[in-house]
């Protein structure tokens, strides 16, 4: 018997803007320049917001803090993208992706200042909680698509994850899942290089991440995560083909994790900072900035006026956050279910009777 090929795949990469803020006219969308212009106020915004929680976690004022500084192109394109009936199921390095879509950016504050209420998000925000347990929220991705599908809901689940992630199980099994059922899900690898101190080449053997889509019948691509433009094609083809039930989607975005881990971390342990160097050249911010001044639609009292902007309105959750009352110890009780069960009413009893001495 001869042996013969049964299968052969290919993996595409999607770039359209480079580093000098120069776009490939033949891939780039058409793109109304306000929108393009929003593009860029919400990256700016966004930078902003993650820059001051890392100062209150300094001070004192946060418990921890994953940074995105770097990702911010793959987070707004995809934000930008999905309508508010699509869901989106974070992992727990989209605070962008999730303020984009709703959740007031004090709300995420209290989330990593320890707070329960940080979790509860506004009624009609179509998010689902931070997923800290590293890969479980792909599972969820594929299960909120399949729902979406069998309600012939126009919608798309939208599911976050990094790098690392991938090598649990929980992401094959989601991805094979929504293969398999053609559920409404496009699934967003925030590829930034590093899971921890663990660097991509200790998480896997292949080549891309995009191409573990091939095993799965499911699409996959691979785009310039830095490039919002890339993004913003990509994920809206894949939101289109969702909605419009035609499957799932696999989108790695290549990126970089500027700053540390979280502010628990300290990434010049295990990283060079001539790699660091590499990466902060393909910043997406100022990438995008060269295009808009490059098209007449950018100057520096613009870009003045939008520090402002960002800088009192970063304040403004500040003060929200600090704002919030505090709650009473046994508020730790009341949030996991509707009717608490009877062995937590008795240590919630016991914690009260401890605090009130
Ligand atoms: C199941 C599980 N194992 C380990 C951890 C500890 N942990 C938190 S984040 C992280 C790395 C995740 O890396 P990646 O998926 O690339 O996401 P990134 O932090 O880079 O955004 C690890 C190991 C965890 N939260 N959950
Ligand atoms: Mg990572």
């Given amino acids: 018997m001869p ?36 593009f860029y106020r919400n990256m700016v915004l ?25 990702q911010e192109a793959i987070q707004v394109a995809t934000a930008m993208a999905m309508e508010e ?20 950016g004090h709300v995420i504050y209290a989330y990593w200042a320890g ?35 069998l309600r012939g809901e126009q919608a798309a689940a939208v599911v976050f994850g990094g790098d690392g992630s991938t090598s649990e199980g ?25 899971a921890i101190s663990v660097p991509l080449s200790k998480q896997t053997a292949s080549e891309t991440l995009a191409q ?31 909605r419009a039930g035609g499957g799932p989607t696999l989108i790695e975005a290549e990126t970089y994790r500027l700053g540390d881990h979280t502010t628990a971390d300290d990434a010049s342990r295990y990283r060079s900072e001539e790699e660091v160097e590499q990466w902060r050249v393909k910043d997406p911010i100022p990438r995008l900035r060269k295009y808009l001044e490059a098209n007449g639609l950018w100057d520096d009292e613009r870009e003045k006026s939008l520090e402002d902007e960002a800088r ?14 505090p709650q009473p110890p046994e508020a730790i009780f009341e949030y996991m279910y509707d009717e608490m069960p009877p062995h937590l009413e008795e240590q919630m009893a016991a914690l009260k009777a401890e605090v009130e001495g």
């Fill in 170 to 194: 929980d992401f094959h099994e989601g991805v094979n899942a929504a293969g398999v059922f053609k559920t409404n899900t496009v699934f967003v690898i925030q590829n930034n290089q590093w």
């Fill in 85 to 104: 009936s699509d869901w989106l199921i974070p992992a727990f390095r989209e605070q962008a992706v999730m303020v984009l879509r709703g959740i007031p």
């Fill in 46 to 70: 966004m930078r902003a917001f993650d820059n001051k929680a890392l100062k209150l976690q300094r001070q004192g004022r946060m418990g921890t803090w994953p940074p995105i500084q770097g």
């Fill in 3 to 38: 042996r013969t090929t049964v299968y052969e795949a290919v993996t595409q990469r999607l770039e359209i803007l480079d580093l000098d803020g120069q776009v490939d006219a033949e891939l780039m969308p058409e793109l109304d320049p306000n929108r393009i212009i929003e």
């Fill in 115 to 149: 707070d329960e209420r940080g979790s509860a998000f506004p009624d009609g925000v179509r998010c689902f909680p931070i997923a800290v347990p590293v890969g479980s929220q792909w599972q969820h991705g594929a299960g909120v698509g399949l729902s979406l599908k």
């Fill in 312 to 325: 009192e309105w970063v304040d403004a959750q500040v003060e929200a956050l600090e704002a919030m009352p």
């Fill in 212 to 242: 573990k889509a091939h095993a799965y019948g499911v699409p996959g691509i691979q785009v310039d995560g830095n490039d919002i433009f890339a993004v913003h094609v990509a994920v809206t083809e894949a939101l289109e083909r969702a």
